[in-house]
C-alpha cells in the first residue's frame, strides 16, 4: 500500500513539473515562430560584405570543432565536475526516495545556479573584447563560455556531454535556439526525438552538424560582430554576448529538464508522453 502511495505521489509531481515544462515549451516554439528579424538589422546586413558571413561562419565552425575536440579539459578546469556529479548523486536519490516536487525542483534549482555567474563573464568577456575592437577572436571564447554553461548543466542532470551522440545533441540544441519561424518546429522536433530515444552518432555526423550550427549563429549574428570589429563601438557586439547565451541556456536547460523528467518517469515505470 506504502509502494503505491508513493509511486502515485511520485506521478503527481512528475506530471506537474513536466506540463510546467510542455508550456514554456509552447511559449518558446509562439516566440520563435513569430519572431521576424527588424527591418533596420537586415538593412544594414545587406550592407556587409559577403566575405565577413563567410569568415564569421568559418569562425564560429572552427570555433566548435576546437573546443570539442581540443577545449573540454581546459574548460573543465573552470568548474568542479565531480562536485556537479556527487550533487547530482544526491538530489537525484532524493528524487527516488521521495519523489515529491519539492526534490524535482531542487534539482531544477542547482542546474540554474551557474547561470548568473556564467552570464557575468559573458558580459565582461564581450563588452572587453569589444571595446578594443577584437570580434572574431571572441568568438572562440564564447563558444567556450556557451559550452561551459551547457556542460555544467547536463552534468546537473546526470547526462554527460563527452559522446558523439551527446555532442550531436548540443549541437542541435544550440542550432534550435537561433531558428526562427517554422523551420523553428522542424529543428525543435529532432531535438525532442534525440531526447525520446539517443540515436547513435559518428564523428562525420557531428563534424556536419558542426557546420550547421556554425551557419546558424553566423547568420544571426552577422550585424554585431562585424560592428564588434571596430574599436568603441564594438561595445555594442560585445554586449549581446550575454543575451545570447542567456537565450542559449534558456532553451538548453529546459530540454535538459524535459530529458530527466522522462528518464525519472521511465525507471520508475511512469509515462509522461500523453500528457
Do not use: C
Not at 563588452?127 to 561551459?148: N, Q, S
Request: charged residues 25%.
Amino acid at each position: 500500500m506504502v509502494l503505491f502511495q508513493k509511486k502515485d505521489k511520485k506521478r503527481a509531481a512528475l506530471e506537474k513539473e513536466y506540463a510546467a515544462v510542455l508550456k514554456k515549451e509552447t511559449q518558446l516554439k509562439q516566440s520563435a515562430m513569430k519572431a521576424t528579424a527588424p527591418r533596420w538589422k537586415t538593412d544594414l546586413e545587406k550592407k556587409v560584405p559577403e566575405k565577413v558571413y563567410h569568415s564569421l561562419e568559418a569562425a564560429f565552425s572552427k570555433a566548435f570543432s576546437v573546443v570539442f575536440t581540443q577545449g573540454v579539459g581546459v574548460i573543465e578546469k573552470t568548474y568542479n565536475r565531480q562536485n556537479l556529479e556527487e550533487t547530482y548523486s544526491v538530489q537525484d536519490y532524493a528524487v527516488q526516495v521521495k519523489g515529491g516536487r519539492k526534490e524535482l525542483k531542487q534539482v531544477k534549482r542547482n542546474a540554474g545556479r551557474t547561470g548568473l555567474a556564467n552570464t557575468a563573464l559573458t558580459t565582461v568577456e564581450g563588452i572587453g573584447l569589444g571595446a578594443l575592437g577584437i570580434g572574431l577572436p571572441d568568438i572562440v571564447v564564447f563558444v567556450g563560455m556557451l559550452l561551459k554553461g551547457i556542460y555544467e548543466t547536463a552534468l546537473s542532470y546526470g547526462f554527460s556531454y563527452d559522446t558523439p551522440e551527446e555532442r550531436l545533441f548540443i549541437l542541435r540544441m544550440m542550432e534550435a535556439t537561433l531558428t526562427k519561424g517554422h523551420a523553428f518546429a522542424v529543428k525543435n522536433a529532432r531535438v525532442d526525438g534525440m531526447i525520446e530515444e539517443m540515436p547513435q552518432a559518428g564523428d562525420d555526423e557531428v563534424l556536419a552538424q558542426i557546420q550547421k550550427t556554425g551557419s546558424a549563429f553566423a547568420v544571426d549574428m552577422l550585424l554585431l560582430k562585424f560592428v564588434q570589429g571596430f574599436p568603441l563601438v564594438g561595445v555594442i557586439g560585445g554586449a549581446a554576448n550575454p543575451i545570447y547565451y542567456n537565450m542559449v541556456m534558456r532553451y538548453v536547460q529546459l530540454k535538459y529538464q524535459k530529458r530527466y523528467l522522462l528518464a525519472v518517469a521511465q525507471r520508475s515505470g511512469i509515462s509522461l508522453r500523453s500528457i
